[in-house]
Structures are given as C-alpha cells and as structure tokens.
C-alpha cells in the first residue's frame, strides 16, 4: 500500500495517505536510473495527476520483472486465488441454477422439425427455470455428458489446495483463519507464536525501516 505525504512550505512532513497501488504508474527515467515521477489515476478516461518521487512510498517486495513497483504478498498465488474464486462461482452457480451438465441427446431416429422444436422447448424451460424440474424426453433420446465430472478433478481437494497457497503467500499458519483440522492447544500456541514470529514482526520492521528512510 503506497503512502502518499503532503509537505508544509517549509518540505516537512504533515500528514500520511494511504493510497490504492493500482491507481499508481511508476514513470521510469530516460537514462533507466528508477523512477521519474508517478501517476496517479483512479479512472482510465479521468484525470492524470503527477507526484515526485519524494512524496510516495511503496511497500512492496522485490519484483525481477517488475523492478520499479515490486510486488505485494498475494501476488506469487494469483493464479491460485483465481482458480479459487473460480470454483465458489461454479458452486453459486450449481445452487442457484441447479444441476445442467453439458452434453448432447442422441437418437436414432430421424426428427421432425416440429418435434425437434417441441424437445428444445422443453429443455430450455427446464434448464431457464428457477426450482427443480422433472425434464421427460420421448422419441428415443439419450443423454450423453461431455463435460468433467467435479469429482474427476479433485474439486475439493483443489480448493484445499489453493487454500493452502495462498495462506503460504501471506505467512498465515491455518489456525488464524479457524482450521483446526490438525491443531491441538499446544499447536496452535506454536503457530500463533510462529505468525507473530515469522509474519508480523518482519513486516513491520519493513514498514518502520521505509518510514525512516522516506521522513
């Protein structure tokens, strides 16, 4: 989270603004010494505004394809957490529209352009429809599923597993977030210990080093 400071005539600080990261560009120098100067701009079509390099202070770790914004503690598990949120929306989805497996109907026979248009009916109103329907097809029609079945890959073991890497990517032992699967009274004193330990104090001894460094 980026600080913005704003001076007094006399360049002393006064006061200390936390700003969204995604509103702010890092301007490069010509001669690829770092920064120039940043941008910042909450929307795409709105107004630009410029602040030397003096005046922000980003937190962020070392990026070696991003060196002059470096990254924030979620990004190494993006892809997890995107593969995550994925998956709650396909769960949403199954309860709210309820069980519409993607497949074909196969037959034999030939079809009349009505009696196609009859079965058609009838599946769009059962897979449009807001509670559980009875879908019955005639004429010989089969359904065959094309799609994966959730269970065929590991659904919840998935999401186990990107719970996991993210918890990782912030240095968040499990039992700070109620997973007490494997966690006994002495387990969690040590991983509590362990978070405070490994996690916060780096963390703001980072921070407090930033702060002196940029006042």
């Given at each position: 989270m980026p600080l913005l400071r704003t001076l007094r005539k006399g360049r002393k600080p006064m006061e200390l603004w936390a700003l969204r990261p995604d509103y702010l560009t890092p301007i490069p120098r010509k001669d690829g010494g770092g920064v120039d100067h940043w941008e910042f701009q909450v929307k795409k079509w709105g107004r630009k505004k410029q602040f030397t390099v003096d005046r922000i202070l980003p937190f962020g770790y070392a990026d070696p394809t991003n060196p002059?914004?470096?990254?924030?503690?979620?990004?190494?598990?993006?892809?997890?957490?995107?593969?995550?949120?994925?998956?709650?929306?396909?769960?949403?989805?199954?309860?709210?529209?309820?069980?519409?497996?993607?497949?074909?109907?196969r037959t034999d026979q030939t079809l009349q352009p009505y009696q196609a248009k009859e079965v058609a009916e009838q599946i769009r109103e059962f897979l449009l429809g807001n509670q559980r329907r009875v879908l019955v097809l005639g004429k010989g029609?089969?359904?065959e599923t094309v799609s994966t079945d959730p269970k065929d890959v590991e659904f919840l073991a998935g999401r186990a597993e990107n719970r996991q890497a993210v918890l990782a990517a912030l240095g968040v032992p499990p039992v700070k977030v109620g997973?007490?699967?494997?966690?006994?009274?002495?387990?969690?004193?040590?991983?509590?210990e362990a978070f405070h330990r490994d996690t916060i104090l780096p963390k703001l001894r980072k921070i407090e080093g930033a702060l002196d460094l940029f006042l």
């Amino acid at each position: 989270m980026p600080l913005l400071r704003t001076l007094r005539k006399g360049r002393k600080p006064m006061e200390l603004w936390a700003l969204r990261p995604d509103y702010l560009t890092p301007i490069p120098r010509k001669d690829g010494g770092g920064v120039d100067h940043w941008e910042f701009q909450v929307k795409k079509w709105g107004r630009k505004k410029q602040f030397t390099v003096d005046r922000i202070l980003p937190f962020g770790y070392a990026d070696p394809t991003n060196p002059l914004f470096g990254m924030g503690s979620l990004e190494p598990a993006t892809d997890d957490l995107r593969q995550d949120l994925a998956m709650v929306k396909w769960n949403l989805d199954f309860f709210e529209h309820g069980l519409t497996p993607q497949g074909v109907f196969r037959t034999d026979q030939t079809l009349q352009p009505y009696q196609a248009k009859e079965v058609a009916e009838q599946i769009r109103e059962f897979l449009l429809g807001n509670q559980r329907r009875v879908l019955v097809l005639g004429k010989g029609l089969t359904w065959e599923t094309v799609s994966t079945d959730p269970k065929d890959v590991e659904f919840l073991a998935g999401r186990a597993e990107n719970r996991q890497a993210v918890l990782a990517a912030l240095g968040v032992p499990p039992v700070k977030v109620g997973l007490l699967e494997h966690a006994k009274y002495d387990n969690y004193r040590l991983q509590a210990e362990a978070f405070h330990r490994d996690t916060i104090l780096p963390k703001l001894r980072k921070i407090e080093g930033a702060l002196d460094l940029f006042l």
